[in-house]
Structures are given as C-alpha cells and as structure tokens.
C-alpha cells in the first residue's frame, strides 16, 4: 500500500512539477540523460522525477530497485533497461551518496514489454 502511495505522489509530483530554472546539477542531469537516450518533453518535469529518486531511496527507505519500479510505473513511455538508467543517473546527480548497487540484481534489459523510449 504505502508503495502505491509513493507512486501516486510521485505521479502528482511529476505533473505538476512547476517551472523551475534549473542550476547547474540540472544541467548536469539533464545532458547525463541524452546519451542513454533517455527524453522528457518538458525539463522541469525530468528534474522534478529525478530528485523524486532521492525522496524515495532516503525520505521513504526505498530500495533502488523499487524506485525503479515506482520511475517506470510514472512514466510507462520508459522500459524498465531505461528506468533503470534514468534511476541511476538521478541518483549519481541529487543524491551521490545514496548506493545504487541494487539497481544491477535485476535484469531490466529482459523485463517488459519494452516502452517506446
């Protein structure tokens, strides 16, 4: 249930994300994005979704594979090898000290059907 929760507010955390000017760890996350091929018609809401990951993995003791899960289940465009990478890549942004070793037990590239991103 309480993950069920988070991924409600993870969903109204990333849509009504508020425009932001983003500073230069956004920046940075933002361009870490592009080359796993990884898109968000609107920056902001990326931003908003990446620092959800720490929210989640330290506010919520969430286990990085369930944020995974919860980045997928909000973003169903993504396939789970792509929420897995776009986890990753917000962890190492907002939240370096958070491990993320967890992220590699699963095999995400087998897992789908696969999103169209």
């Not at 983003?22 to 920056?43: E, K, M, V």
């Not at 003791?61 to 369930?66: C, E, G, I």
Request: hydrophobic share 50%; net charge negative; proline share 6%.
């Amino acid at each position: 249930m309480r993950f069920l929760l988070m991924l409600a507010g993870l969903a109204a955390t990333i849509g009504l994300a508020a425009p932001a000017h983003a500073d230069s760890t956004d920046d940075q996350f933002l361009a870490a994005l592009g080359p796993d091929d990884i898109h968000f018609d609107d920056p902001a809401k990326a931003i908003a979704a990446g620092k959800s990951v720490c929210t989640m993995a330290n506010d919520n003791n969430m286990r990085m594979v369930n944020v995974v899960l919860a980045i997928r289940n909000a973003n169903l465009a993504l396939s789970f090898q792509r929420a897995a990478d776009f986890t990753r890549i917000a962890a190492n942004a907002y939240c370096p000290d958070t491990p993320t070793d967890d992220i590699n037990t699963l095999p995400w590239a087998a897992m789908g059907p696969a999103g169209t991103s």
